[in-house]
């Protein structure tokens, strides 16, 4: 494994000194939207949220990191005839499997055989890294992830830029929500990863404020760690409505609660600065288990 981790190295330091394998030259935004439980919104918020960021005149790519029940394609419509599984074994490049899709995003299905990336050669990771950096034009990039603590979950959120966990204010999933900010904090080596806290299905600011409010004491208490609380969203059944329709209720409903609550937080996250944001190279380095040189 510290073979590979040095090939990749040598990969990266290509791309930092002008290779086409990695791309600095734009600084991508790489979001990572997770949850202790599934059931909690997570996929929905994710959708919505990216073809927000597109309204804003962001050119945005959605990556389905659920790789056991990816559902992202249903909410959009779509049916991925690739995914990433198929660069991974070099029968497609990346821009032969994304998908455009009517709202304005770019789509990438995930696949089961993703954890497979562990144990590339040094040709095929050299491969998988320059097809990845072909992202690198994106603004943003959001990546939905699994639900719990599986390790590519973790994967996915120790490489992000900042990490969006999405709770509820059931008992069960707040408890959750705590536990897998849990495991980010004392699994994952960097302490300063960006956790921000959602707090969905609420009927009042005042509940979405109280829920966060409990689970950022207890972090700061038992964890000894800052989670931001970046905002909430309401309850309403036009939500329910929309994925029946399988179309986003941002589109659907655009000046309802929600899509103005999903707006409202897409522009508090655009306010604020990323500090050593280095775009798909960061994320690549840390996606496969590297520190940063």
């Known amino acids: 494994m510290e073979d590979q981790m040095d090939d990749l190295r040598k990969i990266v330091k290509k791309g930092k000194s002008g290779s086409q394998n990695i ?7 790489i979001i990572a939207i997770t949850s202790g439980k599934g059931g909690v919104g997570k996929t929905n918020i994710a959708v919505n949220m990216a073809i927000s960021y597109a309204q804003l005149g962001k050119k945005v790519i959605l990556i389905d990191g659920d790789l056991g029940m990816a559902n992202v394609n249903v909410l959009l419509n779509v049916v991925p005839k690739y995914n990433l599984l ?41 491969y998988f890294a320059n097809q990845f950096s072909s992202l690198g034009n994106a603004d943003i990039i959001i990546i939905d992830t699994g639900a719990g603590i599986a390790n590519n979950v973790l994967q996915f959120v120790a490489a992000a830029d900042e990490v969006y966990v999405v709770t509820t204010p059931e008992p069960t999933a707040i408890t959750d929500a705590y536990g897998i900010i849990k495991i980010i904090t004392t699994e994952i080596i960097d302490r ?57 209720f941002i589109i659907s409903y655009p000046t309802s609660k929600p899509a103005m609550c999903v707006k409202h937080i897409v522009g508090r996250i655009e306010k604020t600065d990323i500090t050593n944001n280095e775009g798909v190279s960061r994320f690549l380095k840390k996606f496969l288990g590297m520190k940063k040189n």
């Open 192 to 248: 300063e990863i960006n956790i921000q806290l959602l707090v969905n299905r609420v009927h009042s600011a005042d509940e979405g404020k109280r829920i966060s409010d409990r689970i950022i004491n207890i972090v700061a208490q038992f964890l000894n760690y800052k989670v931001n609380y970046v905002g909430f969203i309401y309850e309403d059944p036009i939500i329910s409505q929309s994925v029946i329709r399988q179309k986003p």
């Open 86 to 126: 198929q660069v991974i074994n070099k029968q497609k490049t990346m821009q032969e499997i994304i998908l455009d899709t009517e709202f304005g995003i770019k789509f990438i299905a995930g696949a089961n055989g993703f954890s497979k990336i562990a144990n590339l050669s040094v040709d095929e990771l050299e």
């Open 23 to 29: 791309d600095n030259s734009h600084k991508t935004r």
